[in-house]
């Protein structure tokens, strides 16, 4: 699993999809089924990181941002990952579109759901989301958010 932007529109979507196929070819209750597919589409990230009271889905959405704290080679490794599978899209429309998300995480309260991931991996995770966003790499972001704020 990955944060992203979210992962490219098809998938999250394709994965849940996938996931009701494969349980109904191995005779899985609906109701599961259908428990673990929104689980799957949890992880799209549409809406903000405050906590929904659901504990599966708090701590699925958790272990999927959990990256973002963990060491900063795992870190930048996964930020290149998650670029590659935006190879088609233009790279300044990229990490606009990227930076925007990655600064709605700081701007939120909390970037975890959990207690025990908010005390394992929050202030990591903000520290290096804000180096990531103040580095080169997100240069047009900035400059972009820079003159929507002038207009």
Sequence with gaps: MKASTA???WTVPRSAELL????????????RVRRAADLVRATAHVHAP????????DLIIDIDLSILGRDPLAFMDYEYSVEEEYAAVPTATYRTAR???LASL?????????PAFRA???ERARTQ????LDGPRYRRYRRRRWWRCRG
Excluded at 20 to 31: F, K, M, N, S, V
Excluded at 129 to 132: E, M
């Design 20 to 31: 009701r196929h494969d349980a109904a070819t191995l005779g899985i209750p609906l109701a």
């Design 120 to 122: 394992r991996y929050e």
């Design 50 to 57: 405050a906590a929904c009271g659901d504990r599966a889905t």
């Design 7 to 9: 992962p490219p529109s």
């Design 99 to 101: 930076g925007q998300f």
């Design 129 to 132: 989301l804000r180096s990531l």
């Design 106 to 114: 700081l701007a939120a309260p909390f970037i975890f759901r959990t």
